[in-house]
């Protein structure tokens, strides 16, 4: 079936313009319905790192004619014994009859009834792999007449399509996973970041870097977001941006801290650069940091410290005290500890950690996992 550009786009777009999103998947389907006069298309999508037993992500779009139908019991068709969809070739379009079972003639009445039931008599399938990502499969169901020709088709020019959208949906949610595990590391240790471009305009920042900044948006022919900043702070910041930006290839810049009133102050230094090519956006010039006094949980920060160092229950509890600037006598009256039982825990603590003293505790704490607990 030979498709004009414009049909392409109708059909294609919807792969990638919603890319990682729940529309994604239902655009297309929605006007592969449409194009093949379907009555219904199903999409099954299994992540290649799937824990086994994990159910896989199912999706379906009804034709305006079977909105009142039940949906299709897709567990209850994998129980007819049908040819594993694994074991179908990628790419290729199979008819409903070259999934049946024909070796076994009470069988092939079970399934045949079966999908009766469901209202399917006829159904074009197709597998598409993501290059290790993950796979799909695409289904096509009808009730009183066969599909045409011209569906299968259509169905099998998709199946390049397909897959580019599959691996990078796959790319994106590892970057979005990443992403998450970082932010979640920094906001539990105070810090936000934020991206800047040469000009000092706002690329992007993460959810701490937005409660604590106050930014103002821009109109005109370049829309977009500056941070608010008195007159000499905003000048002091354009200026190392600009610098940053100009900075030869390796070159290392001094990082550059601006003061802004009564908010947390920023640390900008270098942004990374990026392969050419690979953020669309522009590159980066600065990263600033900011940071605020967060500290976890006591009780959770303390069960580390236990597991790390070995301690009983109540030398970890004052080992955390400790960390927070409390004094020996003060934190172990906390604990409903003597003077002298806390200053006895704190020799122990400080043997176990292997410690030279309170200030060295608390550098050991605050370097190691207790403030992610």
């Known amino acids: 079936m030979a498709l004009l550009p414009a049909e392409q786009a109708d059909l294609f777009l919807p792969l990638f313009e919603g890319i990682g999103e729940a529309g994604q998947w239902q655009g297309f389907l929605a006007i592969l319905v449409t194009r093949t006069q379907a009555r ?14 994990e159910a896989p992500l199912i999706l379906q779009h009804d034709a305006a004619r079977a909105a009142q139908d039940p949906p299709v019991e897709m567990e209850a068709l994998m129980a007819l014994g049908l040819q594993p969809l694994g074991s179908l070739r990628a790419g290729r379009v199979y008819a409903l009859e070259e999934l049946l079972d024909y070796n076994d003639t009470l069988r092939l009445e079970q399934q045949r009834a079966a999908l009766a039931a469901q209202g399917i008599r006829f159904a074009r399938l197709m597998r598409v792999g993501g290059e290790g990502a993950c796979e799909a499969w695409v289904l096509l169901l009808r009730e009183r007449e066969d599909f045409r020709a011209s569906a299968a088709a259509l169905l099998s020019s998709a199946a390049p399509f397909l897959r580019a959208a599959l691996s990078a949906c796959a790319v994106l949610a590892g970057e979005r996973l990443a992403r998450r595990m970082a932010e979640g590391a920094l906001a539990r240790l105070g810090i936000g970041q934020i991206a800047l471009d040469p000009s000092a305009r706002v690329i992007d920042a993460d959810p701490v870097a937005e409660r604590h900044l106050e930014f103002v948006t821009l109109s005109g022919p370049r829309p977009g977001r500056r941070l608010r900043l008195h007159p000499g702070a905003g000048k002091r910041i354009e200026s190392a941006c600009a610098a940053f930006a100009a900075a030869p290839d390796g070159s290392c810049p001094d990082p550059v801290l601006i003061t802004i009133g009564e908010r947390p102050p920023l640390l900008l230094r270098p942004a990374p650069r990026l ?4 953020f669309p956006g522009g590159q980066p010039a600065a990263i600033g940091m900011l940071r605020v006094p967060v500290r976890e949980d006591e009780r959770l920060g303390a069960a580390v410290l236990r597991e790390l160092y070995q301690l009983s229950p109540r030398e970890a509890a004052l080992a955390e005290k400790l960390s927070r600037g409390e004094m020996i006598v003060e934190a172990g009256r906390d604990l409903h500890l003597t003077a002298e039982t806390a200053r006895n825990y704190s020799k122990r603590i400080y043997a176990r950690t292997r410690s030279r003293g309170q200030a060295d505790l608390v550098r050991l704490i605050l370097c190691g996992l207790a403030p992610l607990a």
Do not use: F, K, Q
């Open 275 to 278: 392969p050419h090519g690979r």
């Open 40 to 53: 219904r298309a199903v999409m099954i999508i299994t992540p290649a790192m799937a824990a086994p037993g």
